[in-house]
């Protein structure tokens, strides 16, 4: 695996691409030699393309879209309202037929108006609107940033489950290598001393051989399906070569800091809580449709008649128009016992995920030391086999030990560099994944 000169060195004092290109023997992959003139992408342009691509991230900025508009829509019930009216009526007799000096019901009329209508006292929901409105803008804002903080944690999962397909690749090539390599051996060997033994072996090495190779081949087809999941999400082309990113510092921060940090920067707590204010706004709304209204009224009429009628004329007129609700059979207390029992569950939903919040931070965690644990003990593994590995194969060489020392040796090398593989990206989607539990993910810069 060739070693890419940008990596910064872990909390291990390696990179990543190091581990990688001892575990490799230090060759460059065939993979990356196939792919080295097509496009070469890093996790950050997988991470813009689905941010800007991507239908979920799309519908959550529609949701902030609409969100401003209810504001708009809000504020227009601050405003004064005004109304034009014309109307024009034919009838086709007068009263009193044949017309006379009290005429009440001309021939032809025609009416037209313009009021101006301003609220002054709409029992407080007006501006309890405006409020949840704003508080729903900043809900769907939350939204937005969670919808995006899921969608780089996909991403990053396909961007590393697509460099662990890749770099089995090359786990299988070398298993094979070997393993083919032993079967020359083996045949050599048979061809010198015709025995039982020695023909038993060699069915053997043949065997593992057409085994190593449908691990390939699997291994390839599993390559396959990881770009495919990765170009689902960013669009980018199948074709891409995948650079190696660099390594993610492990948190330092105990568990209580952690939780306590991801109460303060979960978009979606924060969505939560915004959500219990908007329930007792609603509250507020509900109660003061119930409430006198008081709305001053000005306005102009004009009338024209034919024949004409003494009232007949251009008027202008203002006041105020006060509407009290006396009885409604019981819907203020209902509507309003409903508005509270939704706030009490908004007040529940933030309790319980406040302690999901929690749990999922401490299950983070967890995953994360294990998966440092194994990645400790992999490193080890891979020194301890690989050294194995080389003992067996010159004892072998020497007609020392059986073939089934040989290929026991290569199964455990072969076994440890993918262990050592899963464990290296996998420690670093669950940093990405306790970074998103937490709240920071994104937020890093």
């Known amino acids: 695996m060739e070693l890419r000169a940008n990596m910064k060195r872990s909390a291990y004092g390696v990179t990543v691409g190091m581990i990688m290109a001892v575990m490799m023997g230090g060759g460059m992959s065939s993979v990356a030699i196939a792919a080295s003139e097509d496009t070469v992408i890093t996790i950050q342009d997988a991470y813009n393309a689905a941010l800007g691509t991507n239908e979920f991230v799309k519908i959550s900025e529609e949701s902030v879209v609409q ?6 829509q809000a504020w227009t019930y ?25 005429l009440f019901q001309p021939t032809e009329l ?9 609220p002054l006292y709409t029992g407080g929901r007006t501006l309890a609107a405006l409020r949840s409105a704003e508080k729903m803008r900043e809900s769907s804002k939350s939204g937005l940033s969670t919808a995006k903080r899921d969608i780089i944690l996909r991403v990053s999962e396909a961007y590393y489950g697509a460099l662990k397909a890749e770099k089995s690749i090359d786990i299988s090539k070398r298993s094979l290598e070997r ?17 039982k033994s020695n023909a038993s072996a060699l069915l053997r090495a043949n065997t593992l051989v057409s085994q190593a190779r449908i691990s ?14 990765l170009s689902l999400l960013t669009k980018l082309p199948l074709n891409a070569r995948l650079s190696e990113p660099q390594s993610l510092p492990l948190p330092s921060d105990s568990l209580a800091a952690l939780q306590e940090t991801a109460l303060q920067n979960r978009d979606d707590y924060l969505e939560s809580k915004t959500n219990q204010s908007i329930a007792a706004e609603y509250v507020t709304i509900v109660r003061g449709g119930h409430y006198p209204q008081i709305y001053a009224e000005a306005g102009v009429t004009y009338q024209d008649s034919h024949p004409a009628m003494v009232t007949d004329a251009t008027v202008y007129y203002g006041g105020l128009r ?3 609700p006396l009885f409604e059979g019981g819907l203020m207390k209902s509507e309003v016992s409903e508005a509270r029992s939704k706030q009490r569950q908004a007040e529940l939903g933030t309790d319980y995920l406040k302690k999901t919040i929690e ?15 194994v990645l400790e003990t992999a490193k080890l593994q891979v020194d301890y086999a690989k050294a194995n590995f080389d003992a067996v194969e010159g004892l072998f060489a020497e007609g020392l030990v059986t073939s089934l020392s040989l290929i026991d040796a290569e199964q455990a090398l072969s076994m440890a560099e993918r262990e050592l593989m899963n464990a290296l990206y996998d420690q670093q989607v669950a940093i990405i994944r306790l970074r998103k539990n937490t709240g920071t993910l994104g937020k890093e810069s």
């Open 359 to 373: 749990s999922d931070v401490h299950e983070a965690l967890v995953n994360l030391q294990t998966v440092s644990s």
């Open 78 to 102: 601050l405003y004064p309202r005004l109304v034009a009216r014309a109307a024009y009526t034919r009838f086709n007799d007068t009263l009193p037929s044949g017309g006379g000096p009290f």
């Open 67 to 72: 969100s401003e508009d209810r504001v708009d």
């Open 179 to 195: 393993m083919e390599h032993h079967k020359l051996v083996t045949e050599k060997e048979a061809a010198t001393r015709r025995t």
């Open 110 to 118: 025609f009416q037209t108006a313009l009021v101006l209508t301003q």
């Open 322 to 324: 006060l509407q009290v």
């Open 216 to 229: 390939l081949v699997r291994a390839q087809d599993t390559y396959k399906v990881a770009q495919e999941k």
